[in-house]
Nanobody
């Protein structure tokens, strides 16, 4: 059974940092990309970042480039998203997602049934 368990969300002031973790199990990491999709009230789901299990390549949406860093610990089968210089517009529920490499994270954001989702963790950034 595929399981994605997120942790690390919370409340921070603008300019602060958080590190999200996603512990993955039930599938072969090498066959999937794992990343984060966020959703804020009134906004569409947005693919934030992902890392591919086959080659370690990464993707970041433009709004987080230079501030967020995704990484993986293969031994622990855990994905991390280090979020620095957080802004109020980063406030959202962040979902860990895993999906087959044939898909793009934007496709998963638009078609959530094409991937596996964690339960979500709330990130709130105060101004």
């Amino acid at each position: 059974e595929v399981q994605l368990v997120e942790s690390g969300g919370g409340l921070v002031q603008a300019g602060g940092s958080l590190r999200l973790s996603c512990a993955a199990s039930g599938f072969y990491f090498e066959d999937y990309a794992i990343g984060w999709i966020r959703q804020a009230p009134g906004k569409e789901r947005e693919g934030v970042s992902c890392i591919k299990g086959n080659d370690g390549s990464t993707y970041y949406t433009d709004s987080v480039k230079g501030r967020f860093t995704i990484s993986n610990d293969l031994a622990k089968k855990t994905i991390y998203l280090q979020m620095n210089d957080l802004k109020p517009e980063d406030t959202a529920v962040y979902y860990c997602i895993a999906y087959n490499l044939i898909w793009d994270i934007k496709e998963i954001a638009s078609n959530p049934n094409f991937g596996y989702w964690g339960q979500g963790t709330q990130v709130t950034v105060s101004s």
